[in-house]
């Protein structure tokens, strides 16, 4: 507009793009309008939070950042103010390698977790096997889920999906979290958890196994939500050339991010450590931990 000054009336010409009298001459005195200034901060606020996520997360998990700082956007303003910035969220792709290996003469165990309502951490946990691609061939990791706070307790990568996968990162969630009696471990029906090696050692800690129905991946939904965000916020996004490196750096995005900051719809927008922070003591001030600690104090 500013080039057609001498041409054309500023009138006709606010009018012709539809934009406003005032917005047009407070452009021309050199002054910013409240909200553009707003907006100026607040993108400078979104782009800071979008870096901390691993340049990982779209507009709602951004609003949901913003609101623990106690701003209340509209995901579209979020949306809008991304698009002004030039930076997005990352999204999913599906590629399928299996790495449930059945075995019909293994035995298996019922479904623990229909109508289970889980309240307390240590009650139920989930375990599943994905795959890694690297330079060097395929790598595995056995991760282990509690499902109160989706945290992983315990993980192992190995070139291989042989028992010690799964029993390693199961010892690894035991060595962290120390349950007591009764908890629930699902799994689905791979050889690796129903063989006796695993079973024997979910038995001598006094764990009771549950298992998805067969063929059945949304009896285990928690793990492939994890593993999909796994891929779609770390391993599709790197080629990794060997599997050390793999194992480092799924090290850091496990340990380092998705445990402590990485927000989560289903826990009210709290990473798995802030959730367990904040509900680690019941209204009465009991530890919840405390039950499950008892036999080891």
């Known amino acids: 507009m500013k080039a057609h000054e001498g041409k054309h009336n500023a009138v006709r010409m606010t009018a012709a793009l539809r934009v406003s009298r005032s917005g047009y001459y407070r452009s021309r005195s ?34 949901l950042e913003l609101r623990k700082e106690s701003i209340r956007l509209g995901k579209n303003r979020v949306a809008r103010l991304m698009r002004e910035a030039g930076i997005s969220g990352v999204g999913r792709r599906r590629r399928m390698v299996r790495t449930t290996r059945s075995d019909e003469r293994l035995p298996v165990a019922p479904n623990r977790l229909k109508g289970l ?20 061939g395929w790598g595995y990791l056995a991760a282990v889920m509690d499902m109160w706070s989706r945290k992983i307790v315990g993980w192992s990568f190995k070139s291989h999906m042989e028992t010690s996968l799964v029993a390693d990162a199961l ?46 991946c949304y009896d285990n939904a928690t793990m492939e939500s994890f593993f999909g965000t796994l891929k779609s916020e770390e391993i599709h996004r790197r080629i990794y050339r060997t599997q050390a490196e793999a194992r480092r750096e799924i090290f850091h995005y496990i340990e380092s ?41």
Do not use: C
Not at 30 to 58: C, F, M, N, W
Not at 187 to 214: P, V
Not at 257 to 276: D, V
């Open 30 to 63: 050199g002054r910013t309008s409240p909200r553009a200034a707003e907006d100026k901060e607040l993108r400078e606020r979104i782009v800071s939070i979008h870096q901390e996520s691993r340049e990982t997360y779209g507009s709602p998990r951004i609003t």
């Open 117 to 136: 309502d889980i309240t307390d951490p240590n009650q139920a946990w989930a375990a599943d096997i994905t795959y890694v691609g690297t330079d060097e």
């Open 171 to 216: 010892k690894n969630a035991l060595h962290t979290r120390r349950p007591g009696k009764g908890l629930i471990h699902h799994s689905d029906r791979g050889s690796q958890y129903a063989s006796s090696e695993y079973r024997q050692l979910l038995e001598h800690h006094e764990i009771e196994a549950s298992m998805s129905a067969k063929g059945n």
């Open 257 to 297: 991010f998705y445990n402590l900051k990485r927000n989560h719809t289903s826990l009210e927008g709290w990473s798995p450590e802030e959730f367990e922070s904040k509900n680690l003591f019941s209204p009465a001030g009991e530890n919840k931990f405390s039950s499950a600690t008892a036999e080891l104090a």
